[in-house]
């Protein structure tokens, strides 16, 4: 809990400090006016980044989890979890503009509601600039609807009981404000959502607090975590206890590894759900009983399309 409660002071801080932005991992110099990338990907772990996609670049998105590495249902007799897919997720992010981005992406589910599919944006308000003051900050907004397309439930009261297509969707909308001091990162990640199913007690709209950073080791090797406080009411929590199931703050470690076109991603996590919608309400595994799990996210990039007067 003390390294949780670090963690978002850490990103509540960048309000208040400013330093010049001196890592890239290219090797020319940087002008005093150019934009720095605050993070080197569009996602730390559980958390979405800043960052944009430029004008006719394709990402294309592999996300994975595993299950438990410990505890009851991990161990030697699972593979450490390897044996078991918690959730698995499919992306692709265009960049429209280069402060524009849509998205679309099939996502597994682990309980409840599955098969799940994302449509979404992003959008780049500001981008921190060096020497900068009028600039000295990244602002992004995303925002995300996703339907599942799993068959009802024959009993009233779970989380796929649909009644209709609106029960079915979901919704969310994400401010991130993130810093670059130096070579650390850091983002603050305020999160609304709103549920259009949920089982009898939980709440359908749901405030989040989230923090992620980045620790440069070398200029391809950098240390990552991420970490979200939902705001879930007493009642929401018993609900899911009544079905014998905890409630619990979603935390992350992971180490990202920069290569010429590729970002990869070895995290470590206690959400079995990849998607933002579906762990903020239910993140109902913890580090404490061994309950996180091996997870690898893989990023590779393709030029779509150049603007015209761009050779």
């Known amino acids: 809990m003390k390294i949780k409660l670090l963690l978002l002071c850490l990103s509540l801080s960048f309000i208040c400090l400013a330093q010049n932005d001196t890592t890239d991992i290219s090797l ?3 002008k005093d006016t150019e934009p720095t990338k605050v993070f080197y990907s569009q996602r730390l772990i559980n958390a979405n980044t800043v960052e944009v996609l430029s004008k006719g670049i394709l990402e294309f998105r592999v996300m994975h989890n595993f299950w438990d590495i410990a505890g009851n249902e991990g161990g ?3 593979f450490f979890g390897l044996d078991n897919a918690a959730d698995a997720k499919i992306a692709f992010q ?23 599919w994302e449509l979404g944006l992003k959008y780049q308000f500001l981008q921190q600039m060096i020497n900068d003051s009028r600039h000295a900050l990244s602002l992004t907004v995303f925002a ?8 009802k439930a024959a009993i009233a009261g779970q989380e796929n009981s649909y009644e209709d297509f609106g029960d079915r969707l979901n919704q969310l909308v994400q401010l991130m404000i993130a810093k670059k001091f130096g070579g650390v990162s850091l983002q603050l990640s305020p999160t609304y959502l709103h549920q259009g199913l949920v089982i009898p007690g939980a709440d359908e709209s749901i405030f989040a ?33 009544n079905r014998g199931l905890e409630m619990y703050d ?15 991603h070895l995290n470590f996590t206690n959400t079995t759900e990849i998607l933002e919608n579906k762990f903020l309400p239910r993140t109902w ?27």
């Open 28 to 30: 020319s110099d940087k």
């Open 144 to 151: 995300n609807v996703v339907a599942a397309s799993d068959k």
């Open 209 to 241: 607090i989230g923090g992620g950073i980045r620790l440069p080791v070398t200029k391809k090797f950098s240390i990552i975590s991420d970490y979200f406080h939902p705001f879930l009411s007493s009642d929401h929590r018993q609900a899911y206890r």
């Open 285 to 311: 595994r913890t580090w404490s009983k061994g309950q996180f799990r091996w997870a690898f996210i893989i990023e590779r990039k393709f030029t779509l399309f150049r603007e015209k007067n761009k050779q």
């Open 250 to 264: 979603a935390f992350s470690v992971g180490f990202e590894v920069l290569t010429w076109g590729h970002v990869f």
């Open 76 to 78: 030697i007799k699972n």
């Open 94 to 116: 265009l960049g429209l503009s280069n402060r524009f981005n849509i998205l679309a992406a099939r996502t597994k589910g682990n309980q409840g509601q599955t098969k799940l």
